[in-house]
RNA sequence: GGACAGGUGGCCGAGUGGUUGAAGGCACCGGUCUCGAAAACCGGCAUACCGGUUAACCCGGUAUCGAGAGUUCGAAUCUCUCCCUGUCCGCCA
């Protein structure tokens, strides 16, 4: 969410941003609209405060009277009617307010200087690694779990619908191999502190991270209790410092969280449905950061490397993807998609996505630190990206690594977590 | 789920309708003192918004005592709803 003064304020950063984005057309009334609702808001400031001034005032006045004996009718009376006018300005603020609120909420984050212009056709590819594996004789993920008895997707789809999965035998091992492995690699070397966050959260933090009140149709919700189930780390982690100010001695923090992840996928029926590409419910390790503004440029790079770490370390064949501005998320400055090779689904599958939000999300949580000791508090930057999403990496593996026999072999630095060098 | 007891500034803690943004203490910062330190003393020490000025400092105003609504000329203080915490009981991994 942008700062209210920005209607007054940065008018030009702003379109120049939406344009950027390809969303200035759309969004433009909205703008308009903005900057009339700024300018009415501070003149029924100003009209209440005065009256609130002179209440105050009248109330003191009355106070003083009353303890010397004296008749105040008269001010109560006085201090009546401005109550009366103060209700109804105040309502009239409520209205303006609200809707200002209303229009900050469609306004999307303001991408940096770095992030190339346009739609998706504009992403960028500015990182390689590896070499894919051709996709000849590689069958894809769903039938070689399925010959393996590791991916029970019919007895999923029986227990709970469409869009689960069943792990089993090595594949629930490997799952838990996979999220040992990545806990420990960021936990030990990438140096982040390990969280292990509800799933289950509020609507207050929920709209602190921007799923709603926007995306809610997205959002599994509890019947009766007002609880949300969160559709990744992001939302739990990233809340931890909602409404506190942080010391700036203790930026940047990183926070490393294994969450389950549940997404209804409300909009996106039929898209990359096949096998474990997409699922209401699976398993994430997600990595945030909070870092001062002059230093998220630098710690999303960081960020984005201690993902790429593990595609490496795991020896699968990924391309880093820096998303165009209208590519790009809404509360998002700058994305990057790590996405790696899966020769049997034939496609690049985004394994991770790597964002900073400058101090977007940060604004809307109320998440602040102290520069020095007497100094206002600022708001900090977010970053946060996967490190990594279990399905895809695991399909990517499996695909990798499959056998002429049906077997499939097994990542070097997974082999003491699953106990095998094979699976088959 | 039931019954009590509570939620006040970074922390502790006073305060039941009228100069209370809020006593006092602790912590912290600056100063005096000291060779230096401690102690003592003096001073400072929330956030947001509006206006004036705007380069910064600053000045005036408004709001905030868990959240929201209400009563009142006036609410930390009274009423209602909700949230949270503690203790006991019930249930339970």
Redesign the pocket.
């Known amino acids: 969410m942008h700062?209210?003064?920005i209607f007054?304020e940065q008018l030009d950063l702003l379109r120049d941003g939406l344009r950027r984005r390809g969303a200035l057309d759309a969004l433009a009334p909205v703008l308009d609209r903005g900057v009339s609702l700024?300018?009415e808001?501070?003149?029924l400031?100003?009209a209440?405060?005065?009256r609130?001034?002179?209440?105050?005032?009248?109330?003191?006045?009355?106070?003083?009277r009353?303890?010397a004996k004296e008749d105040?009718d008269e001010?109560?009376?006085?201090?009546?009617?401005?109550?009366d006018e103060?209700?109804r300005l105040e309502g009239e603020l409520?209205g303006v307010e609200a809707e200002l609120q209303r229009l900050l909420l469609e306004i999307p984050n303001i991408t940096l200087p770095a992030v190339p212009e346009g739609g998706e056709e504009h992403n960028t590819i500015v990182r390689e690694w590896g070499t894919p594996r051709a996709r000849d004789g590689v069958r894809p993920h769903w039938e070689i779990g399925a010959a393996l008895g590791i991916i029970d997707l019919e007895r999923a789809s029986k227990i709970s619908g469409s869009g689960f999965v069943v792990y089993r035998k090595a594949g629930a091992r490997l799952v838990r191999s996979l999220l040992n492995y990545f806990m420990d690699v960021h936990r030990d070397e990438h140096g982040y502190e390990e969280v292990w966050p509800p799933l289950l959260v509020?609507r207050a933090t929920m709209t602190g991270t921007g799923q709603l009140p926007k995306f809610e149709d997205d959002a599994y919700a509890t019947r009766g209790?007002?609880l949300f189930l969160i559709p990744t780390a992001e939302v739990p982690v990233t809340n931890l410092y909602r409404d506190e100010?942080l010391e700036a001695s203790a930026l940047p923090m990183g926070f490393v969280a294994y969450s389950k992840c549940f997404r209804r996928e409300a909009g996106s029926a039929g898209k990359d449905t096949r096998g474990v590409l997409r699922t209401h419910e699976f398993d994430k390790v997600e990595l945030v950061r909070y870092s001062t503004p002059e230093a998220s440029g630098d710690q999303l790079e960081l960020l984005t490397r201690h993902a790429e770490t593990m595609l490496e370390r795991l020896g699968l064949p990924y391309r880093r993807k820096l998303l165009a501005a209208g590519d790009t998320g809404f509360s998002s400055a700058m994305t990057y998609d790590l996405e790696a090779w899966a020769p049997g689904v034939g496609a690049w599958l985004e394994v991770s996505s790597c964002s900073c939000f400058t101090d977007y999300q940060a604004r809307r949580a109320n998440i602040?630190y102290?520069p020095a000791?007497?100094?206002?508090?600022?708001f900090v930057h977010t970053l946060n990206g996967s490190g990594l999403a279990f399905p895809r990496t695991l399909a990517c593996i499996l695909e990798h690594y499959q056998n002429a026999d049906g077997s499939v072999a097994v990542p070097e630095v997974l082999r003491s977590y699953l106990g095998t060098d094979a699976l088959r």
């Open positions: 700062d209210l003064k007054r700024e300018k808001r501070r003149t400031i100003q209440v405060e005065e609130k001034a002179a209440r105050n005032a009248n109330a003191q006045e009355v106070a003083k009353k303890k105040a001010l109560i009376a006085q201090g009546r009617a401005l109550g103060i209700g409520g509020n209790d007002e100010i602040r102290r000791k007497g100094e206002k508090p600022r």
